[in-house]
């Protein structure tokens, strides 16, 4: 039988469309899928990072889970974008902070650490995020994120960089 990992979380966010429905239907994807929701923070509505000056983009919905699988994490990475293209989401370069209908990033993955081939764990800009980290904290704050971090989501909180403000606007 396989041990059940702990510590698996995704973060959810959307600007473009019905965002709320989107994230409430990326979760019952991700059930109908055999992934377990098993935590849900508030929806939190936040500024969109911008790449360049002049760049303008609708504000995100933001949330994170936690769920159980018993999924790799490379399995579960293309299950979320699998789900992220069934919301209409376009991958390409130029779109990379843009605008999007869905996105699903892999944060964690207990205590697993991974970089090269389209998959690093623990997620490499989550210390840069608020928008992550504040949702995080609300389901999880004495998560220890693994290296480089070496940290609990809390202290990563408080130690975060980023000031932009976070409305918390709903359930998931």
Do not use: K
């Not at 509505?45 to 790799?72: C, D, H, I, K, W």
């Not at 623990?122 to 949702?135: D, N, S």
């Amino acid at each position: 039988m396989h041990v059940q990992p702990e510590g698996i979380f995704l973060a959810l966010g959307s600007n473009v469309g019905p965002r709320l429905r989107t994230l409430r239907a990326a979760l019952s994807a991700l059930e109908e899928a055999n992934v377990d929701v098993v935590a849900r923070s508030a929806v939190y509505e936040t500024p969109a990072l911008t790449l360049r000056p002049g760049q303008e983009s609708s504000p995100f919905l933001n949330a994170v889970v936690s769920v159980r699988t018993t999924m790799p994490p490379r399995q579960l990475l293309q299950l979320c974008l699998q789900i992220e293209e069934r919301a209409g989401r376009t991958r390409s370069v130029q779109q990379r902070w843009g605008p999007r209908t869905l996105d699903i990033d892999l944060l964690s993955y207990g205590s697993r650490t991974s970089s090269g081939d389209g998959l690093a764990l623990p997620h490499p800009r989550l210390h840069e995020r608020r928008f992550v980290l504040q949702p995080w904290a609300d389901i999880a704050e004495d998560f220890l994120v693994p290296h480089p971090y070496e940290a609990t989501v809390q202290q990563l909180l408080l130690a975060c960089p980023d000031t932009s403000s976070l409305n918390r606007v709903a359930s998931l």
